[in-house]
Structures are given as structure tokens and as C-alpha cells.
């Protein structure tokens, strides 16, 4: 990876971190933890299927088979996406994925992340 990719990565995870520390209390080691985590699970998700574990809004473990990779799905390959006027932003600890079970865009919550499988 060149330097330049690497700085840049490296300032997204502080910014990351710093903003779970504020937004969300949490400790800096804590949401520093959570921010590499997040970068590792993005990272792999963007050549591979990953598995990986978070936590759902109603409080429940979700185990999930996830990428970014297009190719390793036909449905997501044909997948066009159009932005509407009134969308919604989505908070910036908030990531989606193409769920590889269910064919589908989810998404998960950097401060509810537990694990990559």
C-alpha cells in the first residue's frame, strides 16, 4: 500500500474512533478497538465474502455473510443504485454491506461491531 493510502487510512480510522469516543462515550482505547476493527472488516469485505458478528438495534446478535465485492453476487452485480433528491445521510459510523444470504443491502453500526469470523 502506498504511503499516501496509508495516512489516509489511518487518519479515517482516528476520525472514526474520535467520533465514537464523543458521539457515543465510549473509552478512546475502546473506540479506537471498534475503528481498526470496522477497517479490517472493510478492507476484507472489499475482495471477499466475510463473515462477521454485530449487534442489531433490537438488541439481538446478528451473524452475517457480507461484501463489497460485486462480482461475488449476480443479483448485487445488477444492482443499479439511484440516489433520490430527499435521502436520508446515514450517520458516519454506519456502514452497508451486500448481505450474500439474504441478496440484500444491510448495514451495521461501527459501535455495535463484535467480531470477523
Request: hydrophobic share 40%; charged share 30%.
Amino acid at each position: 500500500m502506498c504511503k499516501e493510502n496509508k495516512a489516509k487510512l489511518d487518519q479515517w480510522v482516528m476520525e472514526l474512533a474520535h467520533y465514537l469516543e464523543s458521539e457515543h462515550g465510549l473509552e478512546w482505547k475502546v473506540a479506537l478497538q471498534k475503528a481498526h476493527l470496522t477497517r479490517k472488516l472493510l478492507g476484507l469485505m472489499g475482495t471477499s465474502a466475510v463473515r462477521f458478528t454485530y449487534v442489531k438495534k433490537d438488541g439481538t446478535l446478528r451473524e452475517a455473510r457480507g461484501t463489497l465485492c460485486r462480482e461475488l453476487s449476480s443479483e448485487f452485480a445488477a444492482y443499479e443504485y439511484v440516489r433520490s433528491a430527499d435521502e436520508v445521510v446515514w450517520p458516519r459510523a454506519t456502514f452497508t454491506y451486500w448481505d450474500l444470504d439474504r441478496e440484500a443491502f444491510r448495514s451495521f453500526s461501527a459501535m455495535q461491531l463484535k467480531e470477523i469470523e
